[in-house]
């Protein structure tokens, strides 16, 4: 029902045809018509149900609405690019650290902008991605965000300004569970309850010491930590392996995985991903 309501026959654009953006696409493709673009042509060629565009004023122009899945390197050039086509049409963005405002101030007057921050088991639609909206958004812009990022696994709507305690609890949140079940040699498909309970008793009030409430962070620590679970046991990637993946120099994650390794607490390393999301966010 909640999909019916803001589908609408709605054609939606998106730039970035990387993980996210392309687990995106193949979601909603059956719901939607999609639009695809990304920098590198490879990316995009032969799609089934993805109609792809030659550059970003076509795909703007064809779409309702515009997920932006680039990049943060990459995001001021796309800003400028899409600037003179956007009008006020809906732009959706899952770049960490860039706020709604910086967009909004970027792309002038009458831009309409919701933030997401997805994460990793999203890409096999078992993630969590939380969503806040600028002041021109209206509640049917989140709902029909809420709608597209639903094919991705769970939703939680927030306030923008925690937003990057966002990224240091769902979007850095893998690599803390990784750590876990790899320092603890737990068998993924045979996790103690009570070790299991342990972690996610920490975790959340982690999350709660970073500015969410109780119900929120029993929801994203829970759904974190079932999500990753379910990427380890569908993708078999050693959870060591998999922690290099997902901490990119320089990130927040690196920042929650060097208290961690220096004998750190997992409450003060949420604190640390928390604290390099703001400084990377005072970079705009």
Not at 44 to 58: K, M, V
Not at 149 to 166: H, P, Q
Not at 186 to 196: D, G
């Amino acid at each position: 029902m909640k999909r019916e309501r803001a589908k609408m026959n709605k054609n939606i654009g998106i730039i970035g045809f990387g993980n996210m953006g392309s687990s995106l696409a193949e979601r909603i493709k059956s719901a939607y018509k999609v639009y695809a673009f990304d920098k590198d042509a490879r990316k995009t060629r032969n799609l089934s149900r993805i109609e792809t565009a030659r550059d970003i004023p076509g795909l703007v122009k064809c779409s309702d609405a515009l997920i932006l899945a680039v990049k943060p390197q990459d995001f001021a050039g796309v800003l400028a690019e899409i600037k003179d086509w956007i009008g006020t049409k809906l732009v959706i963005s899952i770049a960490a650290g860039i706020t709604t405002n910086h967009i909004e101030k970027a792309l002038g007057r009458g831009a309409r902008v919701i933030r997401v921050m997805p994460n990793m088991p999203a890409k096999i639609a078992q993630g969590i991605s939380c969503l806040s909206r600028s002041g021109l958004a209206s509640k049917k812009d989140l709902e029909l965000a809420d709608t597209l990022f639903t094919y991705l696994g769970k939703t939680v709507r927030i306030k923008e300004e925690l937003m990057n305690s966002a990224t240091a609890v769902s979007g850095s949140g893998p690599a803390y569970v990784l750590r876990y079940l790899e320092s603890e040699r737990v068998n993924i498909n045979r996790i103690p309850q009570e070790k299991k309970s342990l972690f996610l008793n920490d975790f959340q009030k982690s999350a709660q010491g970073v500015g969410f409430t109780f119900g929120q962070a029993k929801v994203l620590t829970e759904a974190v930590f079932s999500g990753t679970v379910s990427f380890l046991k569908k993708t078999k990637i050693a959870p060591g392996e998999l922690i290099k993946q997902v901490a990119s120099k320089g990130g927040t994650t690196q920042a929650a995985l060097r208290v961690l390794d220096g004998g750190g607490s997992l409450a003060e390393a949420v604190k640390a991903a928390k604290a390099r999301a703001d400084e990377l966010s005072l970079r705009q």
